[in-house]
């Protein structure tokens, strides 16, 4: 079993930054790709940045410009950084970790709040 640990959501005023941490329990030779997620209430969970083996990434529009992905990868951590942020992004945000397998595990979710 994959352990993913989030960690850095907290409460912000809007135009401020946070930066997300993301830890799996596995070595990054294990893994396909990372990426972030966020659910707001009453919400589908969507995609809000990923990283690729191969260190290619991919963001949602309402991001760019604004949110980024990277990696450590002698630690399979990877970070988000959100800057200039919104109270759209308001939202619980989840670690995904797809392994070679195929299989996904997902953290517990780290609460972001954007006061306005």
């Known amino acids: 079993q994959v352990q993913v640990v989030e960690s850095g959501g907290g409460l912000v005023q809007s135009g401020g930054s946070l930066r997300l941490s993301c830890t799996a329990s596995?070595?990054?030779?294990?893994?396909?790709?990372m990426g972030w997620y966020r659910q707001a209430p009453g919400k589908d969970r969507e995609l809000v940045a990923s990283?690729?083996?191969?260190?290619?990434?991919n963001y949602a529009d309402s991001v760019k410009g604004r949110f980024t992905i990277s990696r450590d990868t002698a630690k399979t951590t990877v970070y988000l950084q959100m800057n200039s942020l919104k109270t759209d992004d308001a939202a619980v945000y989840y670690c995904?970790?797809?392994?070679?397998?195929?299989?996904?595990?997902w953290g517990q979710g780290t609460q972001v709040t954007v006061s306005s």
């Open positions: 990283i690729t083996r191969g260190g290619i990434t």
């Open positions: 995904s970790t797809t392994i070679l397998s195929g299989a996904t595990y």
């Open positions: 596995v070595t990054i030779f294990s893994v396909n790709k």
